[in-house]
């Protein structure tokens, strides 16, 4: 038996380390958090998306009282962004959330179902998506998901 140890490079920022460009992002995705739909979590998570031709896309989860039925604010915001532009990859990704009127200290980190979304965006134009994850205290960023997703499923895997 042999290991293989995958590790995960993360950086961890503080607002004032990060662009222009990167905390006018998190603020879109701070905002978008009051426009979640949650009522049943009362988790309200926003989502903001800087496209290659400069569009800024915002989503917020989408719950509905048949829970599995509901969709996260990263995948909103991406699938609608694809829709959009279907020929124009993502740059940035910012993931903020609030709950009980406060934004979330800890960053939100995107579910896995999500993470294998922004996979297939990364992949369906061939370019990284940085994410930043922010919470009120600390920024966690990575350069592609595939820090957050090793041994992925892609479209690779379909060749056998
Ligand atoms: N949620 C998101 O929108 N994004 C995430 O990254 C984590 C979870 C939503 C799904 C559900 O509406 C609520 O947060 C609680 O799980």
């Known amino acids: 038996m042999n290991e293989r140890i995958v ?3 993360i950086q961890v920022y503080e607002l004032e380390e990060l662009s222009e460009i990167e905390k006018n992002l998190i603020k879109l995705a701070q905002d978008a958090t009051s426009r979640a739909y ?4 009362k988790f309200q998570v926003g989502a903001a998306a800087l496209l290659e031709n400069g569009e800024i896309i915002t989503g917020t989860n989408q719950e509905n009282a048949a829970y599995p039925s509901g969709l996260c604010a990263e995948r909103v915001a991406l699938f609608f962004a694809n829709s959009q ?3 124009v990859g993502v740059k ?5 959330a609030q709950t009980g009127g406060s934004f979330t200290k800890e960053c939100t980190a995107p579910c896995g ?3 294998q979304v922004i996979l297939e965006t990364e992949n369906r134009f061939d370019t990284p998506i940085r994410i930043l994850m922010a919470g009120s205290e600390v920024i966690y960023a990575v ?9 992925h499923f892609d479209k690779s895997s379909l060749n056998g």
């Open 85 to 87: 532009f279907p020929n």
């Open 113 to 115: 179902s999500c993470r």
């Open 38 to 41: 949650a009522p049943y979590s």
């Open 143 to 151: 350069n592609s998901i595939t820090e957050l997703l090793p041994l």
């Open 92 to 96: 940035l990704l910012a993931i903020a």
């Open 7 to 9: 590790s995960a490079k």
